[in-house]
C-alpha cells in the first residue's frame, strides 16, 4: 500500500487554463481515510473560484495569493463543507456559496458554517459567463450542485463519483470499495448513494443528461482518480446504473 495521497499534495497543479486541482491530506469519513482534493478556477478579472476547499496550508495559500484574489468559496454538497469556513477567515471579502441543506446540516452537527447564498440549477452572474452548473436532486441523502468550466471543458464533480484506487488504500477499504462500486477503473457512486435515489431517479436521470450535453472531456472528483480525458464517455460509464 502507498500512502494514499496523491502526491506532491497542497501544492497547484495545473490542468488547463485557469484551471488547477489541489490535492490535500486525507480526512476521516467513518473511519475511513478519504483523500482530498480541491478545484481553483480564475475567473475574469483575477478573481478566484475554490470549490471545496482542502484544510488550510500556508504554502498553498501562497500559490494562490500569486493567482489573484479569492473571491468565492464553494461548498458544493451537504459533506463537502467543513473547511470552508477557515478559508471565508483568511479571505472575509470571498462570498460564500452553498448547496441545499448545507447550512442545516453543519448547524446539526455543531459546526460553524458561515453566512452563504444558496446554490441551484441557474449560475449566479459572478460566474455564468465562465461556468455552468446542476443541482443534482432526487437523492435523499446527498444535495450535489455540479459544474462546468466551459473554457476546458472540465466538468467538476465532488461525491458522485468515487474512483479510488485499490494500491492507495488500506486493504479493508480497497474490499469495502469493490463491494460499494466506487473501486478505479470502474468508479461510480457507491451503492448507498445509489439506492438513495430511489423515488427520486428522474430527477437526477435529467440532470445527468444535462452533464453529458455539456460534452465534458474532463472530470475532477473529489475523492480518488480524476479523468484526465474521454470525461463523457467516462460519464456514461459511471452513471450506467441511472441512464439504462
Not at 487554463?17 to 469519513?29: N, R, T, Y
Not at 467538476?156 to 480497497?174: C, G, R, S
Not at 465534458?216 to 475523492?223: D, F, Q, T, V, Y
Request: with cysteine; glycine share 6%; net charge positive.
Amino acid at each position: 500500500m502507498t500512502s494514499g495521497l496523491y502526491t506532491p499534495i497542497n501544492t497547484l497543479k495545473p490542468i488547463g487554463q485557469d484551471i488547477w486541482i489541489a490535492d490535500g491530506p486525507s480526512v476521516s469519513f467513518y473511519g475511513i481515510p478519504f483523500p482530498t482534493r480541491m478545484t481553483v478556477v480564475r475567473l475574469d478579472k483575477g478573481k478566484l473560484w475554490v470549490h471545496s476547499p482542502i484544510a488550510i496550508n500556508k504554502e498553498l495559500l501562497d500559490e494562490i495569493n500569486l493567482l489573484g484574489d479569492v473571491k468565492h468559496l464553494i461548498a458544493p454538497n451537504n459533506i463537502h463543507y467543513l473547511s470552508v469556513g477557515k478559508w471565508q477567515e483568511m479571505y472575509p471579502d470571498a462570498q460564500v456559496w452553498a448547496a441545499p441543506n448545507v447550512a442545516d446540516r453543519a448547524k446539526k452537527y455543531n459546526v460553524a458554517f458561515p453566512t452563504s447564498q444558496e446554490l441551484g440549477n441557474t449560475p449566479p452572474k459572478a460566474w455564468y459567463q465562465e461556468i455552468d452548473q446542476v443541482y443534482v436532486q432526487g437523492n435523499k441523502i446527498l444535495h450535489e450542485i455540479d459544474f462546468f468550466h466551459k473554457k476546458t471543458k472540465t466538468l467538476v464533480l465532488t461525491d458522485l463519483i468515487e474512483n479510488f484506487e485499490a494500491q492507495k488504500l488500506p486493504w479493508y477499504f480497497a474490499f469495502l470499495c469493490k463491494l460499494a462500486g466506487n473501486l478505479s477503473p470502474d468508479g461510480k457512486a457507491p451503492i448507498d448513494m445509489r439506492l438513495a435515489f430511489s423515488g427520486g431517479r428522474s430527477q437526477a436521470r435529467e440532470a445527468i443528461a444535462h452533464m453529458i450535453s455539456w460534452k465534458p472531456e474532463k472530470i475532477i472528483l473529489a475523492h480518488g482518480k480524476w479523468y484526465d480525458k474521454n470525461g463523457t464517455a467516462e460519464l456514461k460509464r459511471a452513471f450506467r446504473w441511472l441512464l439504462s
